[in-house]
């Protein structure tokens, strides 16, 4: 004869650690409700945030299978609620090199490599960007900023992981602000250089396209006209040198949406080279050159953050951070040129 189920809890303690397993048998009374609302009315204690959370994190199975919150419950139903890791507070200071463009008391200009992720999130907790400032700048007289939360410590706009170049952080509360308020609107100049996969006919153009969620692939951005998501965005570009089946060009963003310029440029039909996303390569080849087999190429999106321009916030002074072509997309263009 099966074991009767396990009574139900009340509240799930405080010192139950991460991964711990609760259940709960669902009662008469139950039969009918939202799991989210079930989780409330059995575990008072917690917030409808922290146990939406858990459900979006797939913490919370009924009779053995993730479920959402808005699932029915049915009498005689076990939901099992394993308690979720706590929220992290930010990242650990890291001793990571960084090279300074420019640094003073209010402001920081850093070169950021490829390869590096801006903030921590999901599945990055470590080697970010905001670990190694910590390092560098938290025990100096100013330290960084706070204002953009715990796991973002003086940053004030990123940059993809895979993208090189310029990156502003913010040192002071005041001088957040004031940078938020120059990229709000729109008096931060952004010159990238791209390699781009084919070449464009115009030397030079603009694309207007509105930006939103992918329609199905979430961790992309796509061009979508009237939909709840789609915002305005403005992309200005100029070619610089053309190669066979391919081109470097000189992009200057106007607005600042997520992916904008890898989005605009596949959507013209000449995508940043390498870029996994959107190009449909992750890794150039020698052959794309019409050269035998050899090492790589190129194994990121060809996409760095050549120059920033904007008003320092206390001196209000203008200011230009220049960061030089990382050595592979030098190397990139060198094989072009003598392909």
């Excluded at 200071?93 to 200009?109: G, K, N, Q, V, Y």
Aim: a positive charge; proline letters at 9%.
């Amino acid at each position: 004869m099966p074991d009767p189920p396990p009574p139900p809890a009340t509240d799930v303690p405080a010192t139950l650690p991460a991964g711990a397993e609760v259940t709960l048998p669902v009662g008469a009374d139950d039969v009918g409700s939202r799991l989210d609302v079930f989780l409330c009315r059995a575990f008072p204690a917690r917030s409808r945030s922290f146990l939406a959370r858990a459900i979006d994190q797939g913490a919370v199975r009924v009779d053995g299978v993730t479920a959402r919150s808005s699932l029915k419950l049915r009498s005689g139903a076990l939901v099992r609620f394993t308690v979720p890791a706590p929220p992290r507070t930010g990242p650990e200071a890291e001793e990571i090199p960084l090279r300074f463009l420019h640094l003073d008391e209010w402001i920081a200009a850093v070169d950021k490599p490829a390869g590096m992720v801006v903030h921590p999130a999901k599945g990055n907790w470590k080697g970010t960007l905001a670990g190694a400032l910590k390092w560098h700048l938290q025990a100096g007289d100013a330290g960084l900023s706070t204002s953009g939360g715990p796991t973002r410590p003086g940053i004030v706009h990123r940059l993809d992981r895979d993208t090189s170049g310029v990156i502003v952080v913010a040192r002071t509360e005041e001088a957040h602000h004031a940078l938020a308020r120059q990229f709000e609107r729109r008096t931060v100049e952004k010159t990238y250089l791209a390699i781009t996969q084919g070449a464009p006919q115009l030397d030079r153009d603009e694309i207007n396209l509105p930006i939103g969620i992918h329609p199905y692939q979430r961790e992309k951005m796509a061009v979508r006209r009237d939909h709840a998501t789609s915002r305005e965005a403005l992309t200005r570009f100029e070619v610089l040198e053309r190669f066979a089946g391919a081109a470097l060009v000189r992009v200057t963003p106007r607005t600042g949406r997520t992916h904008q310029i890898r989005v605009h440029l596949a959507a013209i039909g000449f995508p940043v080279l390498c870029d996994g996303l959107y190009s449909g390569r992750t890794v150039i080849e020698p052959a794309f050159i019409g050269r035998p087999p050899g090492p790589a190429l190129l194994m990121r999106q060809a996409l760095h953050a050549a120059a920033l321009s904007l008003d320092h916030p206390v001196t209000r002074q203008r200011m230009e951070f220049t960061a030089p072509l990382p050595d592979d997309m030098q190397g990139m263009i060198d094989a072009l040129r003598n392909g």
